[in-house]
């Protein structure tokens, strides 16, 4: 009798153990910078890793808002000086890192235009020409200073980290799940994906990269420990009354969305913040620049990248190109080298 009570409750344990969020990991859904969030955790203490996440994830938001009158960037953009936290100096400091190497096409002091076309009350107008070219006067991240924590504009200047918030939020939550010894989890912050580790059974994490054009996933890359960001006109823009389709990435040399070959740009990299970024800079760039900038590129953290191409091109650099798995047979994969 007692032997039958040990194999029923051994097998009760391991039925239970089973059933632990193991499969299923502890999921959390949630809004914050403007995009739907997802970040599923696996392992012990999940439930309790997945909360803090969020809760960090919604301090970012807080503090980096353009809109929210209590952020520190919208401290900084009233006043044009501001003493800000450690964090939001850090980015400020890494955003103006990045606008120097990419030649300005990622410029964080993009504000001022960004406002003026609405992309972020959603209040949205064509500016004219003239109120475009004294606007873009006012986009020169060459003018702002990082001293201490204080970070000091040019006047009438304002600063927006909406190309690089997401990515900084998703190398923080990684942090935090890695130090709570976290070894499986895919954080989505809406469509800026970081992988921890592996998948719960040990194989890679399958990232699809959404087709520009329509529904679905032109391919799939299979990641661990690494980021992928994509950006392209396709999620956020306006239609005019005469039709046009304006994307709300700015080339901040014109001050007008971006119109070039690129439909989307994918950066990878273990660097969710390098990512965000360099997907923002690369889509203002072009095939060309962002070939040059991806050959020449020399920080010490690197980068791969899949540019699609309005001609029917998936462009791949060479450290992705094993990653990628390309569905969509109608785009043709070209491999870039850096010889
Ligand atoms: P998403 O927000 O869709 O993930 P991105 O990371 O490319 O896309 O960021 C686009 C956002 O970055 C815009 O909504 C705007 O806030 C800001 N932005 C637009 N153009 C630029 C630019 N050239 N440099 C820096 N930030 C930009
Ligand atoms: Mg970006």
Same mark, same amino acid.
């Given at each position: ?45 999940? *439930? ?37 936290? *450690? ?38 107008? +064509? ?23 204080? !970070? ?11 190309? !690089?918030?997401? #990515? ?27 992988? +921890? ?21 032109? #391919? ?24 046009? !389709? ?11 969305? +971006?119109?070039? *070959? ?21 889509? +203002? ?55």
């Amino acid at each position: 009798m007692r032997k039958r009570l040990l194999v029923l409750s051994a097998a009760l344990c391991l039925m239970f153990t089973a059933c632990k969020p193991y499969d299923t990991g502890a999921e959390r859904d949630f809004y914050a910078m403007n995009t739907i969030m997802s970040v599923t955790v696996y392992g012990r203490g999940a *439930e309790t890793c997945a909360d803090e996440v969020q809760q960090r994830i919604n301090k970012l938001d807080k503090l980096w808002s353009v809109t929210d009158e209590g952020s520190e960037i919208y401290a900084l953009n009233s006043s044009g000086s501001a003493a800000v936290s *450690e964090e939001t100096a850090e980015l400020v400091k890494f955003a103006l890192r990045i606008a120097d190497r990419s030649g300005g096409a990622l410029d964080p002091t993009i504000y001022p235009v960004l406002k003026t076309w609405g992309f972020t009350t959603g209040e949205y107008t +064509v500016p004219g020409a003239d109120e475009l070219a004294r606007l873009t006067e006012l986009v020169d991240h060459q003018k702002v200073t990082v001293s201490g924590n204080t !970070v000091t504009l040019g006047e009438g200047m304002m600063l927006d980290f909406g190309a !690089v918030a997401k #990515g900084a939020a998703s190398d923080e939550a990684a942090r935090i799940l890695r130090e709570s010894g976290i070894q499986s989890a895919l954080i989505n912050l809406g469509g800026n994906v970081m992988t +921890v580790g592996s998948k719960p059974d040990g194989s890679k994490w399958r990232i699809g990269v959404k087709d520009p054009t329509g529904e679905g996933n032109i #391919g799939v890359l299979s990641l661990s420990d690494c980021a992928a960001v994509t950006s392209g006109a396709y999620e956020r823009y306006f239609q005019a009354e005469d039709g046009t !389709v304006y994307g709300h990435i700015i080339d901040p040399e014109s001050g007008y969305p +971006v119109d070039n *070959e690129l439909l989307s740009a994918t950066i990878i990299s273990p660097n969710g913040t390098l990512c965000d970024a360099l997907s923002t800079a690369v889509f +203002v760039m072009g095939t060309d620049k962002a070939e040059e900038l991806w050959r020449s590129w020399d920080g010490e953290e690197d980068f791969d990248m899949l540019l699609i191409t309005k001609g029917g091109e998936a462009i791949i650099t060479e450290g992705a190109a094993e990653l990628f798995s390309l569905s969509n047979k109608s785009l043709t994969l070209k491999v870039v080298e850096r010889q």
